[in-house]
């Protein structure tokens, strides 16, 4: 499936059959159309293969919020990102995750935290989606209901849920680890973190594998200790035709720990690919394969928070490093280790809360 991409109002087709249920919705959907399109401004959609729309998302900056028919009124004092328009083809719940992420990573990328959306009772999956990721239900808008979302950047905001917390980290009391992923694999799994060296912009490329759910498989020695809440600095190996690591090999993510499991706890082959298909790059023939040879037995679940914003090379990370680990495909980090990695990647300080 082809990218994400931000594209003009006037370069979508409003008469496109996936608006009309917007247009059932709002009479005026045309009109405000319209006004969007006359200001150039933009929004994110995703066409498939065959060209079909599948996904319509706008967002808005709002350093003056807009509380017209909104009770109670939201903050005025701090500025909102406003989601005016989430829809998503009604049989893909997989691209919402992808939106919701997007929504959050714009968020970030402008320095801004505090996000509200509206949505029809009648919306059940968007509304069930919206509060797994922390949105809750603060007032209403006419005949609709107002969602809020705060992404913490405070201790005392933490609820100590992945997801509700999502895409914060609490660093306190955690185990912090370095995961190291081949090239091939990596590309597939984090394709937004890309090899650069330079400055990057999270918001210039989003594919189907930039999900918020991840499952890796793997042999690695030392990841069957590894719990809930524990955090993965993604580490993507040199490639193949490099001659020297230094500056190929990079961190490049920031994931936290869903669950461990190991491939023999599963009753049966069917039940193995129903948990990983989801959030994997494998095909159902190669996770069969997987399965039947038992080469690789360890599983990791985690969530994908954090894209860095500057790649950190292996060259960077020696010097960070106090000892340099026997084994490099998979090792702990101290404090200090984890962010000063952090501090070379660019990350935003906000959403790292200790």
Known sequence: MANIILKSFRDIELKDTFFNSLR??????DTWYHKKDEKNEKAYVL???????????????????????IKPELDASRPWIKVGT??????????GERLI????DFAISKNIYNIYITA????????NLLKRYGFYEWGKKNNELVFVKKIPTKINEIKNNLY????????RDRNKYVLSIYPEYHTGMFSDSILKTESFDILKDTSEANSIHKIYITQMKGVENLKR???LIIYRTKDKMATNANYSAVATSLCVVEEYKNINSFNNKEEFINYCKPHNIFTDIELSKIYKTKKYTKIIKMTYNISFKKRVVLNDIRQILKTIPEYMGFYSLDEDEFKAILNYGKVNESIIVD
């Open 120 to 127: 029809f009772l009648k919306h059940l999956g968007l509304i």
């Open 47 to 69: 066409y498939d293969d065959n060209k079909k729309l599948l996904c319509f998302l706008y967002l808005k900056e709002e350093h003056s919020v807009d509380n017209t028919n």
């Open 164 to 171: 509700l917390d999502y895409p914060s980290i609490c660093t």
């Open 229 to 231: 809440g524990d955090l």
């Open 86 to 95: 989430f829809k998503v083809d009604p049989h893909n719940t997989k691209l």
């Open 101 to 104: 992420k997007r929504i959050f």
């Open 24 to 29: 059932e919705d709002y009479k005026e959907f």
